[in-house]
């Protein structure tokens, strides 16, 4: 069986990765973190498409089946460019889609989305819920602070409790029922934007929405007797230790990072 493909502008595609993992364990994984460019959240349309087909190119080079955009933003400014870019027959997937799908499935009156600053700037999150045919208020703010602080392995310090109270204090998310972590990297904060709203706001649970939504695709008859397989492959343009760090955490401490410039 092919592997399937994953890339992400640093580690926050990890958290897609690993409910990947869980949900088909017999599928390898190929995954890539552009760490050499990170963030892609503030950098033009243009670099992040040109980022992106180079990433494509390199993923569909070790033979994936599929792709996963792993990435919000990139998945916000580069998905229709990669769709004209890539062959056909290879499917590619997003992580907004399937979170619109269940927002459309929950109805909710309001929810809220946190992003980067590409990401918010898009307005995919308001246009495809719109597109979805339901009323729900959607709400938007960019916590571009975030990502950073992540990649600086402060996901669980004062500082990141600091300036995630800042952002989810702000009007715009007030008075909502779900919130949209609409960053891959924001599910590694999910028991602090948790301990923030306390039962009153529901965080969606992103990567086990895509992880769902790439199973069905690929493996609609479920393959549970497989045998699981630990044999996955990390990429990176540029070493970091918290990349390392937080692969291991999630994968185990036999995760050796493959440096790799395009
Ligand atoms: N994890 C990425 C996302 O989902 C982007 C983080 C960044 O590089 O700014 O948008």
């Known amino acids: 069986m092919k592997p399937i493909g994953l890339f992400d502008s640093g580690v926050g595609g990890l958290t897609v990765a690993r409910a990947l993992a ?11 973190g552009d760490t050499a460019h990170l963030p892609y959240g503030d950098k033009s349309p243009e670099a992040i ?35 004209a870019y890539i062959d056909p ?21 309001a929810v809220g989305v946190i992003g980067t600053r590409g990401t918010i700037a898009s307005e995919i999150y308001p246009r495809r819920i719109a ?4 009323s729900t208020r959607v709400s ?14 402060l996901a669980h310090s004062p500082i990141l409790r600091t300036t995630l109270h800042h952002y989810l204090s702000q009007p715009e998310l007030q008075n909502i029922e779900y919130l949209i972590p609409g960053c891959t990297h924001y599910p590694l904060l999910t028991e602090e934007i948790q301990a923030f709203y306390g039962p009153s706001v529901q965080l969606l649970d992103a990567p086990a929405l895509v992880a769902q939504s790439v199973a069905e695709a690929l493996e609609p008859n479920g393959n ?4 699981a397989t630990t044999d996955h492959r990390f990429f990176v343009s540029d070493y970091t230790p918290t990349f390392q760090h937080i692969a291991r955490q999630f994968f185990g401490s036999e995760v050796a990072l493959e440096l790799v410039s395009l």
């Not at 869980?22 to 890539?32: N, V």
């Not at 597109?131 to 339901?134: C, D, K, L, T």
């Open 22 to 32: 869980e949900r088909l364990p017999h599928r390898r994984l190929i995954y890539f």
């Open 49 to 83: 498409q040109s980022y992106s087909r180079g990433i494509v190119d390199f993923l569909l080079s070790h033979d994936v089946e599929a792709i996963v955009v792993a990435c919000n933003t990139a998945t916000a400014v580069a998905i229709e460019s990669l769709r």
């Open 89 to 109: 027959s290879v499917p590619l997937f997003n992580v907004i889609d399937p979170v619109v799908t269940e927002v459309a499935r929950l109805h909710p009156q």
């Open 131 to 134: 597109a979805a045919g339901v």
């Open 140 to 153: 938007t703010l960019a916590t571009p602070l975030l990502v950073p602080i992540i990649e600086e392995g």
């Open 224 to 227: 549970a007797n497989l045998p």
